[in-house]
């Protein structure tokens, strides 16, 4: 059995870390902001406590996006460099999914940042850009599962499936035609006298 030194890979595992912190804040975000869309069930926490729950959550998982990559910096084995974090599929380690995850890290930062700017881009307009946002978690969680060195684990591979399940239900609920049975509120039978 060899004794491998982990100091030799702090920034790896490190950047993991918040790779794998930043995926569960995205994934909380996006699972609150589909359920203030999807207008389901009764709310015991008031809106506008949710919708500043939903902003916190979103800033603290683009810190986590900032850092995952970030990181890697310091990484001697991988050492991308800023081109390689910043251009998408020019990472030598599995281009594909971490283009995957550097295009979800960049459309985080825009729809998330968009928030602050939705005045200027009008209220309409920012909406329907911020609709994308499940593609980022989709987009995150195919990178943690392709280019994630834990991917193949089952303990991630449940995370993924925890919050998925969830995430479908509410994007079906937020999704459904408006003139749909299930979309209109039962009628009270009309009183007969």
């Known amino acids: 059995m060899t004794k491998s030194d982990p100091s030799l890979y ?27 869309a999807a207008n389901v069930g009764r709310r015991r926490v008031p809106k506008r406590m949710l919708v500043k729950v939903h902003e ?4 603290a998982a683009l810190v986590a996006i900032a850092a995952h990559g970030l990181l890697l910096l310091g990484d001697k084995w991988l050492s991308p460099g800023i081109g390689g974090l910043v251009v998408p599929f020019t990472m030598s380690y599995r281009p594909v999914f971490t283009g995957i995850g550097q295009v979800a890290g960049i459309l985080a930062f825009v729809l998330g940042l968009s928030f602050y700017a939705r005045r200027r881009v009008g209220p309409k307009r920012w909406r329907k850009a911020h609709r994308l946002m499940p593609v980022v978690y989709v987009l995150g969680a195919v990178h943690a599962l392709g280019a994630g060195s834990d991917g193949s684990g089952l303990w991630l591979q449940g995370l993924v499936v925890v919050t998925a399940v969830p995430m479908a239900g509410l994007l079906i609920a937020r999704y459904r035609p ?9 009628r009270p039978a009309p009183a007969t006298d």
């Not at 490190?14 to 359920?35: E, K, W």
């Open 10 to 36: 702090v920034y790896w595992l490190a950047s993991r870390s918040a790779g794998i912190v930043a995926f569960v804040l995205v994934s909380a975000s996006v699972l609150i902001g589909l359920y203030l």
């Open 56 to 59: 916190q959550i979103a800033l």
């Open 178 to 186: 408006r003139g749909h049975p299930a979309a209109r509120p039962a």
